[in-house]
Structures are given as structure tokens and as C-alpha cells.
């Protein structure tokens, strides 16, 4: 029976296998690490919850809580707290709350007149017609100004990214913006006339979209996906050789050989950059072992060491607890985000605490922040101790917090986030381009899709979509 291997037992893989389950489709997970679910962490300790990757789930489509439902997972979802939608950027070295309306805009003190006389002129400034690719930073300067730049649009990307806004492109890191110019000639108009279009796509902008986590933590949706799949995860095994052959794909792994129907690779970018794929060759005797089934492989192999390019800075997530009346901040709202220019060492904080119930004991506060990123690497790879020394440092002067925190939980990644850097297009092309090559052989997840927790679960949903009309095809 036609089948399909997944490589990589993230959110994207588990979902894609979860998709193609549900078809009976036959599947087998491939993961290298001794547990599903990638980044995705939320350990529970003495009465805190700490989120280690990703805090929310942000509603962008219809397609997302669909997916939660065919989970089982809708009694289990936890919608963020209403009163927690405020978002806070620093500026004069204190969080300052961001305007919810146009009016607001006009009153806030966190940008100065010429910021706000900018935004008035940006639909008279032309949109940019020669088709060439723009940094985030260029695109900002050009249509808006300096100061929206630095004390707004860089703390967004620390906080999206952890990215650098001079190198992050625009058409491929934010889409969306480059869309608004080159459709309606305006961010300003395309706002307000592209609401309605989005509407009747059933999309919401992720600046609206709502968040909503689990009960226990975000862990609770790869532990049910994995539970569902059973034996069909194998953990501790990692791909190292694909070759297509004139019937299916022959799968060599740390554990034995395979083969299958379809391929998807759900990894990361560097590890594909040193799987071994070759297209094409005539089919592989049955029960040859691994060196005679190296071989027999066809000569015509397919180059993937190009996307060890691409950038993933290192990120450390510290969580602490502290008490309530330790923080004169009320910390309600989702969380504040620091720009470079303000002499922070961390690029924001989450008031996880805040956005959804039973993170912190009663009386106590959750507050999750993010070190290093494109803007300082280095202080990702110190010491747990002195990660939370510095950030204790940060939220002293910016929150009021004092004493010591009674949690404490850090993790780092030493490569966090695929960085859509300028000219990141051709990575998009060449995946493309040997999809085309290699029938059956797909690719997904953060390095093409879009780096949100949301975005992860879309490419799952969609590439199953793929590999299965594949199969139904052939």
C-alpha cells in the first residue's frame, strides 16, 4: 500500500502525519531526537508552567481551529485572556502601551510628532516599481521614517525573529507589507480597503488574531498528535540517504532501509543541507543491505549544501517567577518589546501569567524572555546563572522588579530561528525546483513556510494536502 515518510517529528511533521492518517494513508515519522515535538516544551514545576519555545498559538485561519477540533484537543484549548491584549514597546526606558485605534495613535507618547506626520503623508508616497528586493529597514525608511524604524518596527523583529531589520527581507520575513505597497500603493489604504478581502478569505492579520495555548502548556498538542500516531513515530532515527527509484522512494536510516511512496522533509534547513538525496535510477532489489544498497544508487544527485546558508541566531528562553507585590508593573497584557536603541540586554518579555490561567501560583507572576538573536548572540551561550542575573537586571529597571526569583527555567537554542534574510528567495526556489525533479518528494515547516507556531501547523495541513493528491495521481 502506498505510503508516506515524514522526516522530522516537529509541530509540521506530527501534523502532516496526523493530515494523512486521517486519509488512511499509511505513514512512518522519522525523528532523530528522543522526543516529538521540536521546540515545543512546557515543563510544570512547583505550581509555574514554563513555556520553553513558543507561548501561543495564533489563530490566522479558520484551517488552524479546525485542526485543533480533529485533534480532540477543543476542550482543551484555553483562549488568552481578554484583558490581556495590551502590548507594550520601551521607549525613554519604560514600556509604554501601544494605541489600539487612531486616535490612540495620535495621543501616545511613544513616538514624537514627525513620527506621526509621517504615517499622514505615507499614502503619497509612491510604491516601489522596479521589482527589487528590499531589506525591512529600506522599506521602513522609504515609506515611513527613521524613528518608526528604531523604536518600533526593530522591537518587532527581535520579537518575531530575533532578526536584524537592515538584513531580514521584506518580500519574504513580512509578505504581507510588501503586498499592501505593491497591491494598493499604501500601507495606510491597503489596511483599510484589503480588510474586506481578508475577510471573505476567512484570514485575520496576526497583529488581530487570537491566541490561545492548552490547559498544561502548548506541549499538550504534539504529546496528543504523537499519542495518536503510536508506533508510527520513530524516535532515535535519523534519515540519511533518500533515492527515488522508477516506483517509490528508497529510505536508508540510522536503524535499517525503507521504502515509501512519498517523501516529506519537515526538519531544519542546516540538517537538510547534509541529507544525501539522489532522483531518478531503476528500482532497488528487495533486502539489500545498506552498503550494497549505496551501490546500486543512481549518480544523478541533487545538491542541498546551499541551505547550510541560512542563518538561525542562537535564543535563550528564561522563564521566572516571582511574587506579585515584587513588580510594581501590573503586567497584564501580553508583554513588552525592547528596542535596540533603548540598552536592554533582552529582546522582550511575555507576561505569560497574564495571557492564560494556572501559569504562576496564586499571588505570583510568570514573565518569559528572550536573550541574544541577531542583536547580541553572544549573551545566548552564557551561563544559566548569568542569564538570569542580566535579565533580572533588565526587569529591575523596566518593570520594578526586586528580590529573587522563587522560578527559574532556562533553555537555549543554539539555532533558533531560520532568519529570512535578503535574498532568501532563492532557498524558496530551489525547494521548489526539486519538488519538481523529484516527484514525491515535498518539503515543509519554518525554513519555507513562516517561522509562527501557527504557520508551522498551515504548512503541516497543506503539504499532507499535496503528498496525498500525489498518491491519489499516481
Known sequence: MKSVAIIGAGITGLTAAFCLKRKGIPITVYEAGNRAGGVIQSVRRDGFLAECGPNT????????AEFIRDAGLAARRLDSDP?????????????????????????TRLFTVRAKLAVLREPFIP?????????????????????????????????????????????????????????????????IFGAGERKRRGEIAKDRAPKFSFDEGLQVLPDTLAANLGEAVKLNTSVTNLTRTES???ISTSSGEAEHSAVIYCGTAYKLAGLQVASGGAALPRGLGLEAAQQHRPTNKI????????????????????????????CQGFGMLIPKVEGFNILGTIFSSSLFPNRAPAGHLTLTSYVGGERQSELASLPADKL??????????LLGVRGQPKFVHCDVYPRAI?????????????????????????????????????????????????????????
Open 388 to 397: 538570569v542575573e542580566l535579565v533580572c537586571a533588565d526587569l529591575r529597571v
Open 83 to 107: 484583558q490581556a491584549g495590551a502590548r507594550y514597546i520601551v521607549r525613554y526606558r519604560r514600556p509604554i502601551a501601544m494605541p489600539g485605534s487612531p486616535l490612540g495613535f495620535f495621543a
Open 127 to 191: 510604491r516601489r516599481r522596479d521589482g527589487q528586493e528590499e531589506s525591512v529597514a529600506e522599506f521602513v525608511q522609504r515609506r515611513l521614517n527613521q524613528e518608526f524604524l528604531d523604536h518600533a518596527i526593530d522591537a518587532l523583529v527581535a520579537g518575531v525573529y530575533a532578526g536584524d531589520p537592515y538584513k531580514l527581507s521584506v518580500q519574504q520575513a513580512f509578505p504581507r507589507l510588501a503586498e499592501l505597497e505593491a497591491r494598493y500603493g499604501s500601507l495606510i489604504r491597503g489596511q
Open 303 to 330: 545538491d542541498l549544501s546551499s541551505f547550510a546558508e541560512i542563518r538561525y541566531p542562537p535564543v535563550a528562553s528564561v522563564v521566572l517567577g516571582f511574587r506579585r507585590e515584587d513588580a510594581t508593573h501590573p
Open 57 to 64: 498559538i495564533l489563530e490566522t485561519s479558520p484551517e488552524i
Open 248 to 250: 517509490s522512494w528508497h
Open 418 to 474: 531560520p532568519q529570512y534574510n535578503l535574498g532568501y528567495r532563492r532557498y524558496r526556489a530551489l525547494l521548489a525546483e526539486i519538488e519538481n525533479r523529484a516527484p514525491g518528494l515535498y518539503f515543509a515547516g519554518h525554513y519555507r513556510d513562516g517561522v509562527s507556531l501557527g504557520d508551522s501547523i498551515l504548512s503541516g495541513c497543506h503539504i499532507a494536502r499535496r503528498a496525498g493528491d500525489f498518491l491519489t495521481a499516481k
